[in-house]
């Protein structure tokens, strides 16, 4: 008899050992709306990654790329947030991530603004409330740049008021400067471009007409790393003017920079997915704005201005040259 209880007793204590290592997967479906290679879209699906494998839920995790920046043909980005939406149907996951705005305006909205899975975003330009009839079960980080510190501290190196904007041509642009001339309350001259020769030409012409311009990074344009060393030694020659940009990417070809984090986006995005995975109601959940920035200097083309930025902002500041 004891025998026959010792043996029920190690045959439970088994099957409740198994029971309890074997614990349903959760699903995390992530949405990258532009391409690897880039820094913000790399910065922000290795912050995601990591927060995610570090938890104690076991975690399924599937990723897509729209590739959305390189193919801004609006036919592309409608198959291929098609081909995503068929994806997440057959994944059927327990929460989707989705990084910047085709994303949500191709994906989430068209396919999936009635569903009952929960949708955390992160990256998107101004402010989610720019697109209409969101889905209840969503809640992320607006991605908001200090566009106003940026102005204030390059005005008084500035000669004229002007203020001007260059990028690729992009929804996210066209969003972007809708939310900086919101910002500063004045009208932007913004050029959006598709080639390399047409970002020379316009940084050119705005160096004469412009007081200072901002950049951003040029993944909507054609070739733009293939010619990035050439870009540099063509800024070093024909800058006028304070540039500055939030992008690290293109802070070989500006004098400051105020960069987001791409770090704090993924990480409140992954935080606020396992959250919601532990049970919490995402819709208690409030929305978010980013409130880090990296700043940094180029001490080559500070000097081909002849500007001498105060101590405090240089001990504050990482120096690129």
């Known amino acids: 008899m004891k025998k026959l209880f010792i043996f029920f007793f190690l045959l439970f204590s088994i099957f409740s050992y198994l029971d309890a290592k074997i614990v349903p997967s959760k699903k995390v ?7 690897s290679g880039l820094y913000w879209s790399d910065g922000i699906e290795k912050s995601i990654r990591k927060i995610l494998f570090k938890s104690k839920i076991p975690i399924e995790f599937k990723r897509v790329e729209m590739d959305s920046k390189r193919n801004n043909d609006e036919k592309y980005k409608i198959r291929i947030a098609l081909e995503i939406k ?17 994303a949500i305006k191709y994906v989430i909205l068209p396919h999936f603004r009635n569903s009952n899975i929960p ?8 402010t989610i409330k720019k697109y209409e ?15 106003l510190e940026m102005i204030e501290t390059l005005k008084s190196y500035s000669k004229k008021e002007k203020i001007a904007y260059l990028k690729g041509d992009s ?6 400067v809708e939310f900086f001339e919101k910002r500063i309350n004045k009208k932007i001259d913004a050029r959006f471009v598709k080639t390399i020769d047409e970002w020379k030409e316009n940084f050119k012409d705005l160096q004469n007409s412009a007081g200072i311009l901002l950049i951003g990074n040029g993944g909507a344009i054609k070739e ?26 293109t ?55 002849n500007i001498v930025f105060p101590f405090e902002l240089i001990d504050y500041a990482e120096i690129v040259q």
């Open 29 to 35: 479906f992530y949405i990258n709306s532009y391409h």
């Open 86 to 102: 068929n994806q997440i149907e057959n994944f059927k996951p327990d929460v989707i991530i989705t990084s910047d705005d085709n």
């Open 119 to 126: 949708i955390v975003f992160c990256g998107i330009n101004g």
């Open 133 to 147: 009839q969101l889905p209840n079960n969503i809640t992320g980080m607006e991605e908001v740049q200090l566009v």
């Open 171 to 176: 929804f996210s642009s066209v969003t972007e």
């Open 224 to 249: 733009w790393t293939r010619y990035e060393k050439e870009l540099e030694n063509f800024v070093k020659e024909h800058i006028k003017i304070p540039v500055v940009t939030w992008d690290y990417d």
């Open 251 to 305: 802070m070989k070809l500006s004098v400051l920079g105020y960069t987001t984090k791409p770090e704090e986006q993924g990480e409140w995005a992954a935080n606020t997915a396992l959250r919601v995975l532990n049970g919490e109601n995402i819709k208690n959940i409030p929305i978010v704005v980013n409130k880090k920035a990296n700043i940094y200097i180029n001490t080559t083309l500070a000097k081909k201005l």
